[in-house]
């Protein structure tokens, strides 16, 4: 192990704070991290020797791999985590300062992806393969899709998820509606039998690696898609008529009973998608 990559563990273990999936991503993004920045050439970077042009090269580097802007601000957080627990908080300049620009919520482009079954053919391992097909029928996060425990989750009429396996803990449940998504379900606790859908000689961790290098080779890319399509499913579904960002009408267009529908449809989308506010499904579904 590389010894920037062996201070940043006992780093995490001297400071344990946050939520299990906080922490389980935190470690997951400083190993990318470290692994990176050796790429770029600072070998034999110790964990206290932080540097402003260490945050550089790295958000340069990003910027080359075209990550995303919300990519690159979570990755740049957990850098701000790792220079504050080293007493440095300084060395690393504001997102602005950095060239990282604001997040655009609500643009009406239509980011949604359907599942190519072709590609997904390609996917060798039937973990992933699941975790995808779980990721399109219920729109569920990456994670949440591979730590997904049917034997524990799958409650009939609907999916219960942990609070330990979401995005900022807040526990939900999703609602199974239709035939396919019953047969889906049975797919996976036939897979997954009492676990989770990561093989047993596996954490979740490698599993990530697993999912991410075989999305890769498949040619499967931007699979957050999935819950963007999920949500204008769920839309149409409860409305009926198409998500502004599929062609359907603006929000400000809608007037009386259509309004309130909207308005509806909006709150139940924001909920089975894990989010606290109804306005988050403008990012989904459009305004």
């Known amino acids: 192990m590389r010894d920037l990559n062996y201070d940043l563990k006992r780093l995490q273990a001297a400071h344990d704070d946050g939520s299990h999936g906080t922490r389980t991503a935190r470690s997951y993004a ?5 692994d990176t920045l050796h790429a770029l050439g600072f070998k034999g970077l110790r964990a206290t020797g932080l540097r402003r042009k260490h945050v550089v090269a790295l958000v340069r580097e990003w910027k080359r791999q075209g990550r995303s802007i919300g990519t690159m601000k979570n990755r740049t957080a957990h850098v701000r985590w790792w220079a504050a627990r080293i007493g440095r908080p ?6 602005g300062e950095l060239g990282i620009a604001n997040r655009e919520y609500v643009t009406n482009a239509d980011k949604s992806v359907v599942l190519d079954p072709r590609k997904l053919a390609l996917v060798k391992d039937p973990h992933v393969a699941m975790a995808l097909r779980l990721e399109a029928g219920f729109g569920l996060r990456r994670e949440e899709a591979i730590k997904f425990t049917p034997a524990r989750d799958d409650r009939g009429d609907r999916i219960r998820l942990k609070g330990s396996t979401t995005k900022g803990g807040r526990p939900r449940e999703v609602p199974v509606r239709n035939a396919a998504q019953r047969l889906l379900l049975d797919e996976a606790r036939g897979l997954a039998r009492s676990g989770a859908l990561i093989p047993p000689e596996r954490n979740y ?3 990530l690696k697993v999912y991410e290098s ?8 931007r699979m ?15 409305t009926g008529w198409k998500a502004p960002a599929a062609g359907g009408p603006p929000q400000r267009s809608l007037t009386g009973p259509r309004r309130r529908i909207d308005k509806d449809a909006r709150r139940t989308i924001a909920e089975e998608l894990g989010h606290g506010r109804a306005a988050v499904s ?6």
């Open 282 to 287: 403008s990012v989904y579904c459009g305004a």
């Open 90 to 95: 300084g060395v690393v300049p504001v997102n």
């Open 30 to 34: 400083l190993a990318q991290i470290a």
């Open 205 to 207: 961790r490698q599993q």
């Open 214 to 221: 075989q999305t890769r080779e498949a040619g499967l890319y």
């Open 224 to 238: 957050h898609g999935l819950r963007h399509a999920y949500a204008q499913l769920r839309y149409e579904e409860i």
